[in-house]
């Protein structure tokens, strides 16, 4: 059965600091992998995904995730955080050979502090 | 842009009452979702759907059903709300043609259930 992991349930980083959220994957075949951000009393806002090619996918808002296949994370990153950045975050998996539901991960609510 | 709206953003509503969460999207995409979202559980699948007319059971369906009598249209029923329904309820909605395509979220709906 396919998962997702996010191990952190809270992240805090100093502003200007670089940011990572951590998640790993189980899929039995080739994943889709993505990272959805919420802030607050908001829906969900598409980040990043990846799907075959470059193992660095940027994203919006100048975040970006390493796809590790021998790892099996897809960690989300920002090399300068910004106090804006602070809200929960989601990563989520698709099963290339299954139906066309994603596996949300529970979170990380992420702190900016100034 | 996709734009996927639902019909309340706070809802309050007494033990054994029948509730209904619209969601409509303006993108003509073929797939719906229902998630609800829970402080440490993350997102949970309740019900989707593929076409008109047409609905799958997601991961907890109990409690609830649905509805898709258009395209652009998907409702959540609780038949008799009772207070462990109490949530953020999310519509999301994606295009058929591509699997890897991310899914796009309404802003939510904050049921209470008294």
């Known amino acids: 059965a396919q998962s997702v992991a996010q191990p952190e349930d809270q992240v805090n980083v100093a502003e200007g600091n670089p940011l990572t959220v951590k998640c790993t994957y189980s899929?039995?075949?080739?994943?889709?992998l993505f990272w959805y951000v919420q802030y607050p009393n908001r829906g969900l806002q598409f980040l990043l995904k990846?799907?075959?090619?470059?193992?660095l996918v940027k994203g919006s808002y100048g975040f970006e995730a390493e796809f590790n296949k021998s790892q099996t994370s897809f960690h989300l990153k920002k090399p300068s955080a910004l106090v804006s950045d602070s809200a929960l975050y989601f990563c989520?998996?698709?099963?290339?050979?299954?139906?066309?539901?994603?596996?949300f991960g529970k979170g990380t609510r992420l702190h900016i502090l100034p | 842009d996709v734009k996927v709206t639902q019909s309340s953003r706070y809802l309050v509503k007494r033990t054994g009452e029948k509730v209904f969460l619209e969601c409509v999207q303006d993108?003509?995409?073929?797939?719906m979702f229902w998630y609800r979202q829970d402080p440490g559980l993350g997102l949970r699948l309740i019900y989707f759907s593929y076409d008109v007319k047409m609905k799958e059971k997601g991961d907890i369906p109990e409690g609830y059903s649905v509805s898709r009598e258009k395209k652009e249209r998907f409702s959540l029923i609780l038949e008799s709300a009772s207070t462990n329904q109490t949530s953020m309820y999310l519509c999301?909605?994606?295009?058929?043609?591509?699997?890897?395509?991310?899914?796009?979220f309404g802003p939510g709906t904050r049921l209470t259930v008294l």
């Open positions: 990846y799907i075959t090619g470059d193992n």
């Open positions: 999301a909605t994606n295009p058929a043609e591509r699997t890897y395509n991310e899914q796009f």
């Open positions: 993108m003509d995409h073929e797939n």
């Open positions: 899929v039995s075949g080739n994943p889709y």
């Open positions: 989520a998996v698709r099963d290339m050979n299954r139906d066309d539901k994603i596996i």
